[in-house]
């Protein structure tokens, strides 16, 4: 699996937009991305996934580079429970389906 | 009603003894994970089951036996714990044959060993 870069923390203002950056430079063309967070004490969590094509869910929307080299998690409107550590997961679709977790962003909303 | 649901919470216990923590997940997923979280809070992957069946043993000493009696438990078993044994452990489940394949964590168990 691809590795991935992201920056160790960023801080957020509550009601902002949050925009989590990710390189994942040696990604292949079968490798899908992948974001997690993980609120502190819980099991991480789920957010969203994409290949290729930018994707939008309750949660947040995922822009993906055309060359695929790098993406961003978009928070549009980041509140107090946002607060977390978030992982840029890159894979490729396997049986075993392993998820390799980085050191990930540990993300602070603001009030 | 919980996805991932895993028993106990907390587990203390003193060096040397056999602990088990139990998982279950009400989704109907076919695949099923065991995760350990150090204290650097990296998070590795230890087993993975799909049907059943082992998929991935992650050089986990074989002091760990995962056993699943059914698709939707995988309960992980620890023989002669050690100290660093002590860390969260998060038992998982996802769908093979969707795009995608989120997985869904449960709670996790926070495992220390005196």
């Known amino acids: 699996d691809a590795k991935t870069t992201q920056p160790p923390s960023m801080d957020c203002a509550e009601g902002r937009a949050a925009n989590l950056p990710c390189n994942h430079s040696?990604?292949?063309?079968?490798?899908?991305v992948y974001w997690y967070r993980q609120i502190h004490s819980q099991g991480p969590q789920y957010i969203i996934h994409?290949?290729?094509n930018n994707e939008t869910n309750e949660m947040a929307s995922l822009i993906i580079t055309e060359d695929r080299k790098s993406s961003t998690l978009i928070l549009p409107h980041a509140t107090l429970r946002d607060t977390a550590v978030y992982y840029c997961i890159v894979r490729v679709e396997a049986a075993g389906n392993k998820l390799t977790f980085g050191g990930g962003t540990r993300v602070l909303v603001k009030p | 009603d919980t996805a991932v649901s895993q028993t106990p919470k907390y587990l203390v216990t003193q060096m040397g003894n056999d602990k088990s923590i139990k998982c279950e997940q009400n989704l109907g997923h076919d695949t099923m994970y065991w995760y350990k979280q150090d204290s650097k809070k990296f998070l590795k992957i230890m087993f993975s089951?799909?049907?059943?069946?082992?998929?991935i043993n992650e050089t986990v000493p074989n002091r760990f036996s995962p056993k699943s009696p059914d698709k939707a438990h995988l309960n992980l078993h620890i023989n002669s714990l050690e100290l660093g044994d002590s860390a969260v452990y998060f038992c998982a489940s996802s769908q093979t044959g969707t795009s995608g394949r989120a997985k869904y964590f449960g709670p996790g168990t926070r495992l220390t060993v005196l």
């Open positions: 994409g290949l290729k």
């Open positions: 040696t990604i292949s063309g079968n490798e899908y």
């Open positions: 089951y799909n049907n059943k069946e082992l998929i």
